[in-house]
């Protein structure tokens, strides 16, 4: 079970999209991520690539937790807003629910929900 202090060190440093670091320093070596239903990523260096590809295709990025954080016992819900702005001028902005099993001070298994209607980029 994750203190309130980790809790709130990890939501920190994802609000500073701090991604991959937040991977590198929060998740399990062996730690799932899934997309929706999708086929889980296993692994931190797995969940560290991925947002490293991610952020490479944007021009800038804003992460932001909408609280309350629900915690009970090892399993946390944190509602994330994130609003993208990509290389190619286009922008996706994305609501998601991301449910959370922590071992320790560490997250285990992560799965996000969200309508995946929102990751089709728009033009402004």
């Known amino acids: 079970m994750p203190t309130l202090e980790t809790l709130e060190?990890?939501?920190?440093?994802?609000?500073?999209?701090?991604?991959?670091?937040?991977c590198e320093e929060f998740y399990a070596p062996d730690s799932s991520m899934q997309e929706n239903q999708g086929t889980p990523r296993i692994g931190r260096d797995a969940h560290v690539a991925n947002e490293r590809m991610v952020f490479a295709r944007a021009r800038s990025v804003s992460s932001k937790c909408i609280r309350p954080v629900f915690v009970n016992g090892?399993?946390?819900v944190v509602r994330w807003i994130f609003r993208f702005e990509?290389?190619?001028?286009?922008?996706?902005?994305?609501?998601?629910?991301?449910?959370?099993?922590?071992?320790?001070?560490?997250?285990?298994?992560?799965?996000?929900?969200?309508?995946p209607a929102q990751r089709v980029p728009k033009k402004v």
């Open 74 to 76: 090892d399993r946390v």
């Open 9 to 22: 060190r990890f939501i920190t440093r994802v609000e500073q999209n701090e991604h991959a670091e937040a």
């Open 86 to 115: 990509w290389l190619d001028g286009t922008v996706t902005q994305m609501e998601e629910l991301a449910y959370q099993r922590w071992d320790g001070e560490r997250i285990a298994e992560e799965q996000f929900f969200y309508d």
